[in-house]
């Protein structure tokens, strides 16, 4: 596979295996994938976790939250999702 990176990325590729971080592209490549893999894993959770939160509050017709309590919530589950995955 061939890959064309902006300069300016292709300069800290450059500096990082010069630094003796990452001993090659390949290398470096592979764990900027894992990452950004980590990365849409924990936001495809964090959807699933929303989506769960919004069909149980579809489901009970008797309660009624405020805008304010949903972002709230939201902002807990969103939290509790960063922490378990840090």
């Known amino acids: 596979m061939n890959i064309t990176i902006a300069p300016e990325l292709e300069k800290f590729v450059q500096?990082?295996?010069?630094?003796g971080?990452?001993?090659?592209?390949n290398e470096l490549v592979n764990d900027?994938?894992?990452l950004l893999a980590k990365r849409e894993d924990e936001r495809q959770k964090r959807i699933q976790a929303m989506n769960e939160f919004i069909d149980e509050a579809l489901k009970d017709?008797?309660?009624l939250y405020s805008p304010e309590e949903v972002w709230e919530?939201?902002?807990?589950?969103?939290v509790k999702a960063e922490k378990k995955h840090a």
Request: charged share 25%.
């Open 73 to 78: 919530e939201l902002e807990q589950i969103i």
């Open 15 to 19: 500096a990082q295996i010069a630094s």
């Open 61 to 63: 017709d008797e309660k």
């Open 32 to 34: 900027a994938l894992l």
């Open 21 to 25: 971080v990452y001993f090659s592209t």
